[in-house]
């Protein structure tokens, strides 16, 4: 197995998530990619990372938001801190769950007019 993760992976797998159960944790996410340990959760976060540069760079909804931390309902505070970083999302913490909301519907409108 190689040290990281192509984007192009992580992209197809998160192209075949279902509107109805959208969401993946990282973990998991490891898995159906058959990573195997040490370092799998930071493989899979820089190859993320990179789908998120590559989506806002095209101007698409990021698919990576469709990832979220088990020990929560979202994505952990480094999607957040990166979304922010490249302009994507505000400033302030306290409008990051409607803006990763909005990112999620948007996410689901691109693959729906994907797959046509």
């Not at 159960?21 to 799998?40: E, R, S, V």
């Not at 306290?94 to 990763?100: G, L």
């Amino acid at each position: 197995m190689t040290d990281s993760v192509p984007a192009t992976r992580i992209r197809q797998t998160l192209a075949g998530r279902d509107p109805k159960d959208p969401f993946i944790t990282y973990q998991a996410l490891a898995a159906q990619l058959g990573l195997q340990p040490p370092g799998i959760i930071q493989r899979v976060a820089a190859a993320l990372e990179q789908t998120m540069r590559e989506d806002v760079a095209a101007g698409h909804p990021m698919v990576a938001a469709l990832v979220i931390s088990r020990a929560g309902d979202m994505p952990r505070r480094g999607f957040f801190d990166l979304a922010v970083a490249l302009g994507r999302f505000p400033d302030d913490p306290a409008q990051h769950r409607a803006a990763w909301q909005s990112e999620c519907a948007a996410v689901f409108g691109t693959l729906d007019g994907a797959a046509s």
